[in-house]
């Protein structure tokens, strides 16, 4: 076991209580280990699951949190074993900070489903080596295991490359995993964080991309972020003439529903990925699924396909559409947030602690 020596104060803002709200307090990043890397934080994206954390909506939140797991920076020091980064490089870091990196999905680059206990997540986790808890990217730098820091290509702006790290990789993987690309159709429902770049991402893979949602203001920015059609699934004839259309829906919507109508849209062997919904189900009647439709879930992607999903996005100039606060304004970014008042990503400014709460 490797020790820890120089520990570094670190100013962030985190919730000490389900009801305290996410304010400023202090806490400790460990020193480096042979293996570790120092990152002064730049950028944060916020994501639903930081407020649902902050408050323990899932009942899984120990205090204090500190949340935050779509974090960019600069690498300012290195531990003496460190291969992979250097003192000045542009880098980033998703959802999680540590695997076993042994089990037989970690050797298949799928770290995100370790089988050794699971992967450590980036905040509300625990240090695999020392058993501390991991405080996450609301916070002016990180220490992390070299392996799990990705680099920021040089064209990516800092601000717009942060919410590639969850709402970029959480939808890159599944279009990757199903091997879309021209020719295939793809349906993304739901234009939110995550819908925002399912569009996005799809059609800069080549595919024919359709929105579905029941909001019809919701037409004019699915063309705008480069959808080729848009679905109102409010219209039931509409709805009906394009049953056996789509080879996948990419489903982001985040609260429970029906996935029956969804799948309905399906060709045979079409598939239904669900990545915005964390809660039962409703009944499904499952004579849908004789016509051979897959339903099925997908979380973020591993290291290497997170990497290659900077790399596309830099190469084909995938943004997400981004608004910059202020560290002090998160509260009223939570609030905005859940009134889906945000086209389409919060990022915060880590400059911004500098001048206290």
Known sequence: MTTATNEYPTRAYGATAPDSGVGPMQITRRGLRHDDVLIEIS??????????????????????????????????ATGEGVTRHKIGDRVAIGCMVDSCMEC????SDLEQYCL???????????????GSPTFGGYSERIVAREEFVLKVPDSLPMAEAAPLLCAGITTYSPLRTWKVGPGSKVAVAGLGGLGHMGVKLAA????????LSRSESKRADA???????????ADKAAMKAARGTFDMVLNTIPVRHDVTPYLHLLRIDGVQVLVGMIDMMPELHTGVLLGRKVLTGSGIGGLAET???????AA????????VIAM???????DRMEASDVKYRFVIDMESLQKGP
């Open 307 to 313: 990497q290659e999903m900077l790399d596309f996005c």
């Open 104 to 107: 037989d999905h970690c050797a």
């Open 204 to 211: 800069a893979m080549g595919a024919e991309v359709t929105v």
């Open 328 to 334: 002090q304004d998160i509260q009223t970014a939570y």
């Open 116 to 130: 050794d206990g699971g992967m450590t997540g980036t905040y509300n986790g625990n240090d695999r080596r020392d």
């Open 43 to 76: 950028h944060c994206g916020i994501c639903h699951s930081d407020l649902h954390s902050a408050r323990n909506d899932w009942g899984r939140s120990t205090y204090p949190i500190v949340p935050g797991h779509e974090i960019v920076g600069t690498v300012a």
């Open 316 to 323: 084909k100039g995938v943004l997400p559409d981004i608004e």
């Open 223 to 233: 063309e705008k972020l480069g959808a080729h059609a848009f679905l109102n699934t």
